[in-house]
């Protein structure tokens, strides 16, 4: 059974810093794509950053210069360090993982779902 969980959420103010996880069980995604979205309340689910298995990134134009995606393949895990965090970040931020080493920017291309870690950036 694959499992992805995410951890690193909380309540932070604005300008600060927080760093997400997202440890992989039950498979390995070493040559799969990883990444992040993020669903505030009353919207649908966005995408945020992907990495690939080689270590090719990518960003959502809102958050391009103030988050960085990682992977540790040795680990399974992927890491989202997000700075500089403003109010309309807060969302449930979730892990996403692909077993094949294509994009990662569309809800339906993710094989694995994690349950989400709640981020909230106060005023």
């Known amino acids: 059974q694959v499992q992805l969980v995410e951890s690193g959420g909380g309540l932070v103010q604005a300008g600060g810093s927080l760093r997400l996880s997202c440890a992989a069980s039950?498979?390995?995604?070493?040559?799969?794509?990883m990444g992040w979205f993020r669903q505030a309340p009353g919207k649908g689910r966005a995408f945020v950053s992907t990495?690939?298995?080689?270590?090719?990134?990518s960003y959502a134009d809102f958050v391009k210069g103030r988050f960085t995606i990682s992977r540790d393949n040795a680990k399974n895990t992927v890491f989202l360090q997000m700075n500089d965090l403003k109010p309309e970040d807060t969302a449930v931020y979730y892990c996403?993982?692909?077993?094949?080493?294509?994009?990662?920017?569309?809800?339906?291309?993710?094989?694995?779902w994690g349950q989400g870690t709640q981020v909230t950036v106060s005023s």
């Open positions: 039950g498979r390995t995604f070493n040559t799969g794509t």
């Open positions: 990495i690939t298995w080689t270590g090719s990134t």
């Open positions: 996403a993982a692909r077993s094949s080493p294509f994009g990662l920017r569309y809800e339906y291309e993710s094989d694995y």
